[in-house]
């Protein structure tokens, strides 16, 4: 899948988001702002997408979703826990209907808590709730951030059927 193939299901996604007039917000990490920038494609994106951020690091964590070192306490980085954790903080903080929380190991190697390159973790919230894990098996690092971005919207437009 491309570019213009994402782009097309962000839209498909905001088209159903601003015909419910619901708003969402994204937090994610390996997809590098690829699901804030498909769902942004479209004129008039402002009616649906609130905001968010890639959470990248400990440290954009802490400062741009203010999840505090306690409340990872048992819980690491590229997990399905985390996912939603994410999904869940994000959705609160920007007071939206919706909130997508991506983590993951784009590669070309793994992570540091033993996952394969080509490993994410998507939890999309709302009115129902949702994470699901996807393992390419790939080690490219822009294919696996393209599928991942393809995964989240994939689960968005489910949860929006």
């Not at 994000?90 to 996952?115: F, K």
């Not at 080690?139 to 968005?156: E, G, H």
């Amino acid at each position: 899948m491309g570019f213009d193939d994402l782009l097309r299901q962000g839209a498909l996604a905001g088209a159903r988001l601003k015909a419910r007039s619901e708003t969402i917000a994204v937090a994610e990490s390996s997809t590098g702002g690829l699901i804030a920038a498909a769902l942004l494609s479209v004129p008039g994106a402002s009616a649906y997408f609130v905001g968010g951020g890639v959470i990248y690091t400990r440290a954009s964590r802490n400062g741009l979703l203010q999840i505090p070192d306690d409340a990872m306490r048992g819980m690491r980085g590229a997990s399905e826990p985390y996912a939603l954790l994410s999904a869940r903080t994000v959705r609160e903080r920007c007071a939206t209907v919706w909130g997508v929380g991506e983590t993951g190991a784009t590669g070309p190697a793994g992570n540091r808590y033993g996952d394969a390159a080509g490993h994410s973790c998507i939890a999309v919230v709302g009115p129902r709730e949702r994470v699901v894990t996807l393992e390419t098996g790939s080690a490219d690092r822009v294919a696996n951030m393209y599928a991942f971005a393809v995964r989240a919207l994939d689960l968005l437009l489910e949860q929006l059927a």
